[in-house]
């Protein structure tokens, strides 16, 4: 049974930093390109960062670029979100994906809102 279970989401003040994980289980995590989306209130789901199978090419949204850090590590089937200086208008609904060729996986997200 396939499955990617989001964690780290939660309230942060604007500056603030949070780290979101993705454990992933029932796939070969490790030949898998892994990506970051968001939805925020009212918006449509955005594509906020990829990494691919291997870890060594990583490609972000202009709007994150530079704040957010995406990473992986293949023994332990988890991808990482490090997100720094956080804004307002970064406060989504978080969600982990996996794609390879026409198989892809999403997991159930994690909410992730920046206010003071």
């Known amino acids: 049974q396939v499955q990617l279970v989001e964690s780290g989401g939660g309230l942060v003040q604007p500056g603030g930093s949070l780290r979101l994980s993705c454990a992933a289980s029932g796939f070969t995590f490790r030949t898998y390109a892994m990506r970051w989306y968001r939805q925020g209130p009212g918006k449509e789901r955005e594509l906020v960062a990829t990494i691919s199978s291997t870890g060594l090419s990583t490609n972000y949204a202009d709007s994150v670029k530079g704040r957010f850090t995406i990473s992986r590590d293949n023994a332990k089937n988890t991808v990482y979100l490090q997100m720094n200086s956080l804004k307002s208008e970064d406060t989504a609904v978080y969600y982990c994906?996996?794609?390879?060729?026409?198989?892809?996986?999403w997991g159930q997200g994690t909410q992730v809102t920046v206010s003071s």
């Open positions: 994906n996996a794609l390879r060729s026409i198989y892809e996986y």
